[in-house]
């Protein structure tokens, strides 16, 4: 759906690996960040913790089922860094309005669901 609401994104995706996508992170600013707090070997939370450190500025979008990640990433927003919390299950719905908040790219009116 993230393909056909933005025709101008390109996407990168690393399977569950929060220590690739560091690495990723690290060499390269993408225009949105998206990321489950439960990855193996480096956890969103850790991963946000560097990002916040580095300043950051693009968005982050943390998709969780838990509590406590939204309790850090509230946390960490409100110490400046660009992140958002999107609550597990969700809908299509949630998701586009969420990346429409956060992206300075236009939606495909085409596309809408």
């Known amino acids: 759906m993230i393909r056909l609401w933005f025709k101008d994104a390109t996407f990168?995706?690393?399977q569950d690996n929060g220590e690739e996508a560091w690495q990723e992170l690290s060499r390269t600013d993408p225009d949105l960040l998206i990321m489950?707090?439960?990855?193996?070997v480096l956890r969103?939370?850790?991963?946000g913790r560097r990002l916040l450190d580095r300043k950051a500025t693009y968005p982050i979008i943390v998709t969780?089922?838990?509590?406590?990640?939204?309790?850090w990433v509230r946390?960490?927003?409100?110490?400046?860094?660009?992140?958002?919390?999107?609550?597990?299950?969700?809908?299509?719905?949630?998701?586009?309005?969420?990346?429409e908040a956060s992206?300075?790219?236009?939606l495909d009116k085409?596309?809408?669901?």
């Open 44 to 47: 969103g939370e850790e991963i």
């Open 75 to 99: 946390e960490f927003a409100s110490r400046g860094l660009n992140v958002r919390f999107l609550v597990m299950p969700f809908t299509i719905e949630d998701v586009r309005k969420l990346l």
């Open 36 to 40: 489950a707090d439960a990855m193996p």
């Open 110 to 113: 085409n596309h809408e669901p």
């Open 64 to 71: 969780s089922a838990f509590d406590p990640t939204e309790d």
């Open 12 to 14: 990168r995706l690393f």
């Open 103 to 106: 992206l300075k790219i236009p």
